[in-house]
């Protein structure tokens, strides 16, 4: 397999994982919520865990991108500092040749 379909594939196993692990916190949540309802008869377990699960969601998928992103991201920022020396470098060597 070359690059392109290795990224590909990549891809779909992200875009799965991402799904698995927004939709597990928030059944569990959900569950367990019901389950405390019925246990002791209210009616706000259900909603306080359900919001909880989304909560877990979102910060699984906070980390999952930023994991999948931080090779990417690692070079954007090499390359920004890269830019930032080299225009550092500039205006140190225009310094010393204008007196």
């Not at 692990?21 to 706000?44: D, E, H, K, Y």
């Amino acid at each position: 397999m070359d690059n392109k379909d290795t990224k590909v594939i990549k891809s779909l196993v992200m875009v799965t994982q991402i799904g698995i692990s927004m939709l597990v916190p928030i059944f569990l949540c959900a569950a367990l919520g019901v389950w405390l309802n019925r246990l002791f008869n209210t009616q706000i377990c259900f909603l306080v865990l359900v919001f909880l699960g989304i909560g877990a969601a979102f910060r699984n998928v906070y980390i999952l991108t930023k994991s999948f992103y931080s090779e990417d991201m690692k070079k954007e920022h090499d390359r920004l500092k890269y830019i930032q020396e080299l225009k550092d470098y500039s205006k140190n060597e225009k310094g010393k040749t204008n007196p």
